[in-house]
């Protein structure tokens, strides 16, 4: 069996990813390490873990551990991928992966250095929906695309409205979910960001200066120009992708969610069509890419490559939204 060390105490793991190594069925969890003792151990025994550290260096000598999920703030993603790396466990790590592109440029070479698989838990590109919209584009079923929008406005729950509104290095809802945004976008187009021009609201959920919502467009490669919307304020709005191509246009109804739900239509000159698409757990599918390749078959659904990709351009939109001007990304 895979062992896996969970380093945070965190709700992501706690609502996702303790089931989703559990149901791969050749995975454990061996262990939980939290800042917090009392916290950990409470973690460790509402989901049967065997043990929960204090100290990582510990947690990283448990016997049988082969690989960590970290789900830290991230503010630690990048000292604990390379503390881990240098362990010789392979890291599964949430995003934004660093706080600027010096430290996940670190993150990515210790990972390289150290022989371990790096993958970035980018949940949305492992859901069937988005699996479905790129396979359309791909076989040509819009022609070139043209334009794009993600609907991505939320109310952050209750439960999750801590450091996210009020740490500067939390980068708000651009680092938060604009990144998500940007990974499936460059999954589905299959295109790299070139410019972002962004405008920002802050200051009523979030402290003043802090984005919680982001009107942005992304200009990418192949000429596609995305609207992009993300917030935390916003109760009772719905999610979704549309892609517009020359010969028509897919859009996906509620997918920019952790749910494995959604719908997809595609509207051609003959009319619109229902997609049918075969959901399954997100987070599920990214620990059996991750495993795959710790394997050695394939790579993890987000490389450390993708995750760095997402963070240039969600730095490049924050830097777009603070100076109104234009951001070009470095080739
Ligand atoms: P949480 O706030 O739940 O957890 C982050 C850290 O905060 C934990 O590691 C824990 O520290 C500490 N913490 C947890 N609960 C409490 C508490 N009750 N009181 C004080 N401290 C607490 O954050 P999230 O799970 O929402 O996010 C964690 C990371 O995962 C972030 O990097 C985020 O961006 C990412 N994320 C990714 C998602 C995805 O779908 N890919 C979804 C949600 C988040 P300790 O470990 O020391 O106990």
């Known amino acids: 069996k895979i062992g896996w060390i969970l380093v945070g105490a965190s709700t992501v793991a706690r609502e996702w990813m303790v089931d989703a190594i559990g149901q791969q069925g050749d995975a454990e969890v061996l262990a939980v390490v939290s800042r917090d003792a009392a916290r950990g151990a409470a973690f460790a025994e509402q989901f049967g873990i065997a043990a929960s550290y204090t100290d990582l260096d510990a947690a990283l000598a448990h016997p049988g551990a082969d690989a960590v999920y970290i789900s830290t703030t991230n503010e630690l993603h990048m000292a604990q991928t390379l503390q881990a790396a240098r362990a010789g466990k392979h890291v599964l790590c949430e995003k ?3 706080l600027n592109l010096d ?3 670190r993150m990515v ?10 993958g970035i838990n980018h949940h949305l590109r492992n859901a069937a929906s988005h ?3 790129r396979e359309l584009i791909r076989a040509g079923d819009i022609g070139q695309p043209l334009y794009g929008r993600v609907l991505h406005a939320n109310n952050l729950p209750q439960h999750l409205r801590g450091w996210r509104l009020d740490a500067p290095e939390s980068g708000g809802v651009t680092l938060d979910m604009f990144v998500h945004d940007v990974d499936t976008l460059r999954f589905l187009l299959d295109s790299e960001p070139r410019h972002v021009t962004a405008c920002a609201t802050s200051g009523g959920m979030t402290v003043a200066g802090l984005e919680e919502g982001l009107m942005a467009v992304i200009e990418f490669d192949n000429g596609t120009l995305v609207q992009v919307h993300d ?3 916003a109760p009772h709005s719905l999610s979704g992708v549309e892609i517009i191509g020359t010969k028509g246009t897919i859009f996906a109804t509620g997918v920019m969610t952790q749910r494995p739900v959604g719908t997809i239509s595609l509207t051609r000159e003959a009319g619109s069509i229902d997609i049918p698409v075969e959901h399954e757990n997100l987070y599920v599918r990214s620990v059996r890419a991750f495993q795959r390749a710790m394997r050695g078959e394939g790579q993890p659904a987000a490389t450390g490559d993708d995750g760095m990709r997402a963070l240039a351009t969600a730095l490049a939109a924050q830097q777009a939204s603070r100076s109104h001007q234009r951001v070009t990304l470095a080739g």
């Open 96 to 98: 934004p992966l660093a």
């Open 103 to 105: 430290d996940a440029r």
């Open 109 to 118: 070479d210790g990972c390289a250095e150290a022989g371990v698989v790096l």
């Open 131 to 133: 699996g479905k919209v």
């Open 231 to 233: 917030a935390f304020n």
